[in-house]
């Protein structure tokens, strides 16, 4: 090997080196904003609303809202510069819905539904440094989701009546609420980049998927994808 060789070979061997020199075993915690993306949840919402769509009942007045934004709290251990494991705790916005159900008969009905999501997950981290503490990392995990489907119903609805010995159907007013609760598993995955200062703090950016969240009861599973800064405390 020549010296020229040999000198640009030293400071590449060392660069493993320096990368690890001021790196230290911590745990963390922190919370992180962001935007989500429910992606397909009003479509798979309107198929299902499709089917009360029928000869006999109109279904009219639609709509439907993602909801866009998304808080988490998580925590980890990273142990090496390029391991680390973690967990999270993401509450989602809500999602909204509504529509109208009518017939010939003059009966009508009017739903609104509201579907909030929680979801808890375990990731295995692993981390590429770069540059005094910033560095590339990916993740891959799962968990469950646990989601809750609220409707509020008003109307008019034909009722039998007996009137003077007769039995007939006259419209009344109808106002009631319902509530349904499913859960399940999901898989995730995500990318980002984190800058940690030392031992006292890191802040991250990043992107996280969340695979077949909801269910049929709950107008459907969907895939979800969100956009974050968080920063943590090391302890």
Known sequence: ???????????????????SADFYSHRYGGISVGSVEQQNFCRSADSRINRFDTDA???????????????KIYSGWRWTPNLAVEASVQQLQDNRLGFTLSNDQDEFLQI???VKTRLVTAHAVGHLPFFNGASFFAKAGGGYWMSELSS???????????????????????????RRAD???????????????????????????????G?????????????????????
């Open 152 to 178: 509020r119903l008003q109307g008019e609805l034909l009722f039998p009546v007996v009137v003077e010995d007769e039995v007939q159907e006259q419209l009344a007013a109808v106002n009631g609420r319902d």
């Open 112 to 114: 609104e539904e509201k």
């Open 57 to 71: 009942q109109d279904v009219s007045g639609r709509s439907c809202e993602n909801g866009s934004e998304v808080f």
């Open 183 to 213: 859960n399940g598993f999901h898989w995730s995955y995500g990318a980002g980049i984190s800058y940690r200062n030392e031992n006292r703090w890191t802040i991250r950016a990043e992107w996280e998927s969340f695979r077949n969240v």
């Open 215 to 235: 269910s049929d009861d709950l107008r459907g599973a969907y895939d979800l994808h969100t956009l974050s800064l968080g920063v943590s405390l090391h302890f």
């Open 1 to 19: 090997m020549t010296r020229s060789s040999v000198l640009l070979a030293v400071p590449l061997l060392a660069l493993p080196a320096l990368a």
